[in-house]
Each structure stands twice: as structure tokens, then as C-alpha cells.
């Protein structure tokens, strides 16, 4: 199917637009519920920030106890919303991305099952077809079979009539009559 593989790159785009308009909403919002800023997003962020610290310090080859590294890791309130909001909205936008993948994964396959159990079709099809005509080859092999078996019969019963093979002098023939141009 091919327009299957741009729908699959263009819809995590086209969301990806759509959601930085539900990024700066959920950032205005979430201040007005104490519930989604205190248990959802800011520990989400927090946690996000503490572990990518952790890992810029383990590419570069930085050791750092566990105090330095919360220390160098706080956010203020206001960029960990911001940063729980991104979050959320990139993680919407490859969970989209990746059930438009696997739905196009899945219309190959129904299309591929789909094309094979019709070659299967065709060949079983051709199968039959084969053995049909096997059986009417070997129909035609038997009736030859038989007719030469009568004309061998005819064949016997012609050679054992009376007078066969013998020079026919019956004088009831008329005489046969040359004639000769002389010039």
C-alpha cells in the first residue's frame, strides 16, 4: 500500500503541530490543578531531569555522589511544569507514531495474508484444472485404446472372410476396352 508509509511519517509530524498548542494549554492549566502539578508532572519532570543529569555525567566520565548530582539537577517549579508538559506531549506523539507504524504494519500483513490465500486460491485452481485434464487425456488414451481394438477386430474379421486376398475372375465384368490413338 503505498500511501501507507508517508501517512505513517506525516501523522507523528502533523500531531507534533497539533500538540505544542496542548503543551502551552497544559502548562496554563496544570498550575490550576493541585493534583496534576504536585503528583503527576512535577515528579515526572524532576525524575526526567535527575536521570538525563545522571546520564550527561556518565557519557562525559564525571563521578559524582548522589547530593551533587540532586543539586545540579533541581528545577524551579515553573521549568519542571514546562518540562512535564513536553514530556507528556512527546510521549503522545510517539505513542501515535508508533500505533501508526504497527497499523501499517498490520495492512501489510492482512494485504500480504490476503494476496497469499489468493495465490493459494489460483493454485489449487490450476491444480484442478490439471487434473482434470489429466483425466480427460487418459479418457481419450482408453477410447483409443478401444477403437484400435475394434479395427484389429474388423481387421480379423476381414481377413478370415472367404476370397480375400484372391484375384477376383468373375466373367460377369465386362471386358475392359483400350483405346488407341494412331496418328
Do not use: C
Not at 34 to 41: G, N, P
Amino acid at each position: 500500500m503505498v500511501i501507507g508509509v508517508p501517512l505513517a511519517k506525516l501523522l507523528p509530524l502533523v500531531f507534533k503541530i497539533v500538540t505544542n498548542p496542548v503543551v502551552k494549554v497544559l502548562q496554563r492549566n496544570v498550575s490550576k490543578s493541585q493534583f496534576w502539578e504536585h503528583r503527576v508532572f512535577l515528579p515526572m519532570a524532576r525524575s526526567y531531569n535527575k536521570a538525563s543529569v545522571r546520564v550527561r555525567l556518565w557519557s562525559q566520565g564525571i563521578h559524582r555522589n548522589k547530593e551533587q548530582v540532586e543539586k545540579s539537577a533541581r528545577l524551579s517549579d515553573e521549568a519542571a511544569l514546562e518540562l512535564g508538559a513536553e514530556i507528556v506531549a512527546n510521549s503522545a506523539t510517539f505513542i501515535v507514531g508508533l500505533l501508526a507504524i504497527i497499523m501499517q504494519q498490520s495492512i501489510v500483513a492482512a494485504t500480504e495474508k490476503k494476496k497469499e490465500k489468493e495465490e493459494q486460491l489460483e493454485t489449487k485452481r490450476i491444480e484442478e484444472n490439471l487434473i482434470d485434464l489429466r483425466r480427460q487425456v487418459l479418457d481419450i488414451g482408453l477410447s483409443l485404446q478401444e477403437m484400435d481394438a475394434r479395427i484389429r477386430e474388423l481387421t480379423r474379421t476381414v481377413v478370415a472372410m472367404k476370397g480375400y486376398g484372391k484375384k477376383n475372375n468373375n466373367s460377369n465384368q465386362p471386358p475392359t476396352v483400350s483405346l488407341s490413338v494412331k496418328s
